[in-house]
């Protein structure tokens, strides 16, 4: 049973527009909640992060929400640029065994010039 | 420098070979993964280690080993590898604490076994 998705594998916006990638769970005993960016022929990164209890956390271009209710969050990145461009990957993970993190299946965004 | 490094970056092998990839890094950070990446797939949590003396199954550690020689080594064996061992290999590392501390990455072992 996939505890994290990401339904959507792929997502193409325009540059200067606004892209939402979205992000479900199953557990609602997860603490946090972190997205992940990966470039081709190099390893994730860290991008930003929210606790399970926020709503809303924003650093930047990057906001990530948290609907608890739905077992839902989502990073809108405004405005998208195209060095956007990547996989991104939503995580979970619980305070105890503290950065064991169970990962979606990415979606890839496309963002055209 | 990269502050995790993995070697080899790519590797082609044959069915049964035991084979090592090897992870080091310079944060100083106690905790350390090994995942594995499939094609259009998350990474998969094969084996993780809190500190030296700590190693703990991921959930799909079969015909997979590991072995932390120090605080910044630690070493993935596939035994005899297998065909459907193919795939994307991710070492990390974090720091103490809380959920929220963010994984560190390595660039990644593309592995090929035939």
């Known amino acids: 049973d996939q505890q994290v998705k990401q339904n959507s594998p792929s997502l193409s916006v325009q540059e200067g527009r606004i892209s939402i990638l979205n992000c479900d769970y199953t557990n609602s005993m997860f603490d946090y909640f972190l997205w992940y960016k990966k470039y081709p022929a190099e390893g994730p990164t860290f991008l930003i992060s929210i606790s399970s209890i926020k709503d809303k956390n924003e650093d930047g271009r990057f906001t990530v929400f948290l609907n608890k209710s739905a077992k839902h969050l989502s990073l809108h990145i405004v405005p998208s640029q195209p060095g956007d461009s990547a996989v991104y990957f939503c995580a979970a993970t619980f305070n105890t065994n503290a950065g064991k993190s169970t990962f979606g299946d990415g979606t890839t965004l496309t963002v055209k010039p | 420098d990269a502050d995790v490094t993995q070697t080899p970056r790519n590797r082609i092998t044959k069915t049964g070979k035991r084979i090592m990839l090897e992870c080091s890094q310079t944060?100083?950070?106690?905790?350390m993964y090994w995942y594995r990446q499939d094609p259009g797939l998350g990474l998969r949590l094969i084996y993780y280690?809190?500190?030296?003396?700590?190693?703990n199954k991921g959930e799909i550690s079969d015909g997979y080993s590991v072995s932390r020689q120090a605080q910044a080594k630690f070493s993935l064996s596939l035994e005899s590898a297998i065909p459907n061992q193919t795939a994307l290999y991710f070492c990390?590392?974090?720091?103490?604490?809380?959920?929220?501390?963010?994984?560190?990455f390595g660039d990644g072992t593309r592995l090929s076994i035939l």
């Open positions: 944060k100083g950070h106690d905790r």
């Open positions: 280690s809190f500190d030296v003396k700590d190693i």
């Open positions: 990390a590392t974090s720091d103490r604490g809380v959920g929220n501390q963010p994984q560190h």
